[in-house]
């Protein structure tokens, strides 16, 4: 029997694959950096910025269940684009947060650009072949 695909059989799925990995690992760095934050909780407070008139505990309270709701989406494939696309902008404005001219770029931003990449990258392939918003797509409808 011929193989008609344009991908030799073995490597079919590869890209999937690939991209199940990169959601689970930038699902698990952004938990890895909430439960990093949360450890140092007061330091955090302290130079939390006031987000649309909240004090700093509720503003880190709303943005890190926002980051982790986010997160659980990427790692699952459900609504990946978007959810890639939201960290994105996230990122970039830390990193245009610390471009400031009375800031100093740390590695913080050099890590936030990286993140960016990945987000892109998401953003662009969507979540890939092993992902539950696919599930709809392929369940019988009754």
């Known amino acids: 029997m011929k193989h008609h695909s344009k991908y030799p059989p073995d490597t079919r799925r590869m890209k999937d694959v690939a991209i199940l990995f990169l959601r ?41 269940i926002v980051e982790a709701i986010l997160a659980t989406m990427i790692i699952l494939g459900l609504f990946t684009r978007f959810a890639s696309s939201i ?40 979540g890939g072949y092993y992902s539950f918003h696919l599930a709809r797509y392929y369940t019988t409808k009754v």
């Not at 140092?40 to 503003?59: C, E, K, M, R």
Request: hydrophobic share 55%; net charge negative.
């Open 24 to 64: 689970i690992f930038i699902g698990s760095i952004v938990y890895l950096h909430l439960i990093g934050q949360m450890q140092t909780y007061d330091n955090v407070i302290n130079h939390y910025p006031h987000l649309l008139g909240f004090d700093a505990a509720t503003s880190f309270a709303i943005v890190a």
């Open 87 to 126: 960290m994105m902008v996230v990122a970039a404005l830390s990193v245009a947060e610390a471009m400031m001219p009375d800031a100093l770029p740390t590695y913080r931003a050099k890590l936030d650009f990286v993140y960016m990449g990945i987000y892109l990258t998401l953003v662009i392939s969507g």
